[in-house]
């Protein structure tokens, strides 16, 4: 033990200091673990999107997020339905058996729907993850075969897919577009991300 004689103010003002310091520590620490958390944007990228398609015009598509990714809603006039059965021998996976996007029992036919007339696909290419683009206009265009039946083009390496979004064979894209799970809530409103009610 030391001999010398405890100074008390001291003492006093080295708790008060320390006692300062564990609050500012804790004060600093709060904003800091709370970067941990979730944010609202990241706990609701994983909820399933509700669509009202009321104003959905045949050949007319809107663009939903879902999951940080471009969702397609297409409502195909009936010549866009009709044109399926024309490329149906050109797509690489008619049936979409393919597993590198699993598609859903309820859009493995023709038109990979639920109704014939709405389209609901993932706009990002299976190649390399790039954004198609619409071209939905029949006929002979540049980067486009002469019997173009509508649908869309990968600008970036040239995959092309048909208004079901199905591949063409022998392009880059490995894989139709991806169809999403979804489900009707009404005639006009759709629900994208979830299939089934518990």
């Not at 471009?70 to 049936?95: C, F, G, M, N, Y």
Request: with cysteine; hydrophobic share 35%.
């Amino acid at each position: 033990m030391s001999d010398q004689p405890v100074d008390k103010s001291r003492r006093t003002w080295v708790a008060i200091a320390c006692g300062a310091g564990a609050v500012g520590g804790v004060a600093t620490a709060i904003p800091f673990v709370s970067t941990f958390q979730p944010s609202e944007r990241a706990r609701a990228a994983g909820a399933a999107v509700e669509v009202d398609i009321s104003t959905l015009k045949p050949g007319e598509m809107i663009t939903v997020e879902w999951r940080g990714k471009p969702v397609w809603i297409l409502h195909r006039t009936p010549e866009q339905i009709a044109s399926l059965a024309k490329t149906e021998s050109q797509v690489a996976d008619p049936k979409s058996e393919r597993t590198q996007y699993p598609t859903p029992e309820y859009a493995r036919n023709q038109h990979r729907s639920i109704k014939p007339e709405i389209f609901v696909g993932v706009g990002i290419c299976s190649h390399l993850g790039c954004s198609p683009v619409s071209k939905f206009t029949p006929g002979a265009q540049p980067s486009l075969p002469d019997d173009w039946q509508g649908g869309f083009l990968c600008p970036c390496h040239g995959s092309t897919f048909d208004m079901a979004g199905r591949v063409f064979k022998n392009k880059p894209a490995p894989d139709n577009l991806e169809v999403p799970p979804h489900m009707y809530l009404s005639d006009t409103k759709l629900l994208i991300g979830e299939d089934k009610r518990a």
